[in-house]
């Protein structure tokens, strides 16, 4: 069964435009909303997280939405800057799952275009 | 503190040989995480220990790998003999608990020939 569901796999937006990635997850265990940030050569790393007792969290450009009825949560680029060209990942988490609660979202591939 | 360390960045090998990566988490967490990442199948957790001991390793593709957590400084993975298919980036990572923020290594880069 798969956990997380991430869309679109790519996505090209112009600079400064709103870049949007969606994660459907399965399992309502998960307690720990993530979005990673990748860029070539680098290991993933926390761009921003949410917990499940609020519906968002903006940090500068970047906000989660959080939808624990339709099990979803997305990230919200505002104003893309070619600099977040980048592979995205969702990444749900909660504690004592073992594997099923540690699994990462196949990755969005974004490029913005100057 | 320096973050996670992995060594070697890079590592080529001929197939048949055995292979040894190995992982420094961050000090005082207590989860360390091995990852895979391919084109074909993204980001794999392969298995992850939390205070030296290993939770699941479902993630295993066969029995030519295996990881070893020795202290809470160290671990290593070793694939024995490896194979042209295993050739892939591999991360450690470590974290405080399973669901905070898991800090990611910069990887290591394997091809087996």
């Known amino acids: 069964q798969q956990q997380v569901k991430q869309s679109p796999q790519s996505l090209i937006v112009q600079k400064g435009g709103i870049s949007i990635i969606n994660c459907a997850y399965e399992?309502?265990?998960?307690?720990?909303f993530p979005w990673y940030q990748q860029f070539p050569g680098k290991g993933p790393a926390l761009l921003i997280a949410?917990?499940?007792?609020?519906s968002e969290k903006k940090e500068g450009r970047f906000t989660i939405s959080f939808n624990k009825s339709a099990k979803q949560f997305s990230l919200h680029i505002m104003d893309s800057q070619p600099g977040d060209s980048a592979t995205y990942f969702c990444?749900?988490?909660?504690?004592?799952?073992?594997?099923?609660?540690?699994?990462f979202g196949k990755g969005t591939h974004l490029i913005i275009q100057p | 503190d320096a973050g996670v360390i992995q060594s070697p960045r890079h590592e080529v090998t001929e197939m048949g040989q055995e292979v040894t990566l190995r992982c420094k988490p961050i000090?005082?967490?207590?989860?360390l995480f091995w990852y895979r990442q391919t084109m074909m199948r993204g980001l794999e957790l392969l298995i992850y220990?939390?205070?030296?001991?290993?939770?699941?390793d479902s993630g295993m593709p066969e029995d030519r790998f295996s990881a070893k957590m020795p202290n809470a400084s160290f671990s290593t993975l070793k694939i024995q003999p490896s194979e042209p298919r295993d050739s892939a980036v591999y991360f450690c990572?470590?974290?405080?608990?399973?669901?905070?923020?898991?800090?990611f290594g910069q990887g290591t880069r394997l091809t087996v020939v």
């Open positions: 990572a470590s974290s405080w608990m399973e669901n905070t923020e898991a800090f």
């Open positions: 399992n309502t265990a998960f307690d720990y």
């Open positions: 949410i917990r499940p007792d609020v």
């Open positions: 990444a749900p988490r909660y504690s004592g799952g073992g594997a099923d609660g540690l699994t």
């Open positions: 000090s005082g967490h207590d989860y």
């Open positions: 220990f939390n205070n030296n001991v290993p939770i699941d």
